[in-house]
């Protein structure tokens, strides 16, 4: 019997199952409930076209390992998924400083970036994240080509394709993104790969939040190659990458500080795998009874007079920030500007982690579980509580 028969015999069983990797993400979500169902024994690239732009991985298979074959042809996930460490104990580094844009030697940084983290391609579609790059190249579901999953009733099935114009009807395979489980075991996935851009640079502005939201709309309807912002700390930092003539124009009509490579490389990477000075002070917070929420906002929703400290990317439309404000109180201030919050890290998740859904959203929801997990064996709670 092979990975995939084992597994569907498992789920044939109708025992609640907890489908897991590597566990780099069992923070998020509701509590992880039933029998553990690793996914690691689906390992391995399928089929690599590094001139179609497509990979097809084992949904068990190292993000580190399938993101090491892409480089090797000067390829990558766009979206930049979160690559977390499952013990939680990667370096740090800080928000690059305004003296730290000079060509000082390496060793004056406050830290040196994330190590590379732990998380399967499986978990990285279950759980949806997507990294700085996210609202400039798109999210985990605009890559996803198609995918092989076990439902509830152990069958497999096959969505999709390798290329965009294979998808017909109703996209199945990108319903899966974000999921986080809930509707079926995927146990092979065909992602979309990009080029990495020729050029890279990393620009530093000075500005309170209001004035780094409205000067990121205003690029944001302008021509320029960026691809990645954040705002922290009175601190605007905006990535410029694509071809090098295009990078060099945009640097010299943006201005700023330009802040080395040496140090804007790890700074990205922090961000990206939270194991940046803001993601690691909003552990601490967690452990102190604070929660870190994840905005999803309008770009051009105005600051929030929130209580806690703030980070913003994706020009505007993530924001996180850390506080010990009444889950109810932050939900409705956030739907005040149009947006949604979600609990990211926390000790008590009794107010839900993702946002409420409204009656008819709940039902569809409902029957898409009926009809992919008429047993309710797949990560039970993970989602919403009822389901």
């Keep these: 019997m092979d990975a995939v028969q084992s597994l569907q015999a498992r789920v044939r069983e109708g025992r609640p199952l907890c489908i897991q990797g590597h566990g780099s993400k069992r923070f998020y979500g509701g509590a992880p409930q039933g029998e553990v169902l690793s996914t690691r024994s689906l390992h391995g690239v399928l089929a690599y076209e590094p001139s179609e732009l497509y990979v097809t991985a084992a949904a068990g298979t190292p993000l580190t390992e399938l993101e090491a074959l892409l480089a090797t042809c000067g390829q990558h996930l766009a979206f930049e998924p979160p690559r977390f460490a499952e013990a939680g104990g990667a370096s740090t580094s800080a928000t690059p400083s305004a003296a730290a844009t000079s060509a000082a030697p ?25 990294g700085p790059a996210r609202g400039f190249a798109g999210a985990v579901r605009d890559h ?59 620009l530093r502005f000075e500005g309170r939040q209001d004035e780094a939201l409205l000067q990121m709309n205003r690029w944001g309807g302008q021509p ?18 694509g071809a090098d003539a295009a990078v060099r124009a945009a640097r010299q009509r943006l ?93 008590d998740k009794s107010a839900g982690v993702f946002a409420p859904l409204s009656p008819p959203l709940a039902r569809i929801h409902r029957q898409l579980k009926a009809e992919f997990d008429p047993k309710g064996c797949f990560n039970p709670g993970r989602l919403y509580p009822d389901f």
């Design 144 to 202: 996803v080509l198609g995918l092989t999953l076990i439902n509830g009733r152990g069958e497999l099935l096959h969505f999709g394709g390798t290329v965009m114009k294979n998808v017909a009807g109703y996209d199945v395979s990108r319903l899966m993104a974000g999921a986080m489980g809930v509707l079926g075991l995927m146990t092979q996935i065909t992602l979309k790969v990009l080029p990495r851009p020729v050029a890279s640079l990393t």
């Design 255 to 347: 201005g700023g500080d330009l802040i080395p490579a040496e140090m804007a490389e790890p700074f990205w990477r922090g961000l990206r795998d939270h194991s940046d000075e803001f993601f690691v002070g909003a552990r601490r917070a967690v452990q102190g009874g604070a929660s870190l929420w994840r905005l999803s906002v309008p770009t051009t929703a105005p600051a929030m007079a929130l209580h806690g400290e703030q980070l913003i990317e994706w020009g505007g439309a993530q924001r996180w920030v850390v506080t010990p404000m009444a889950p109810a109180q932050l939900r409705d201030t956030v739907a005040a500007v149009g947006g949604h919050a979600v609990l990211f890290r926390a000790q």
């Design 224 to 241: 320029l190659p960026i691809t990645a912002t954040a705002w922290w700390d009175g601190a605007l930092v905006v990535r410029l990458s």
């Design 106 to 130: 390496a060793t004056t940084l406050n830290g040196t970036g994330a190590a590379a983290g732990t998380g399967t391609v499986g978990g990285m579609v279950a759980a949806g994240l997507s």
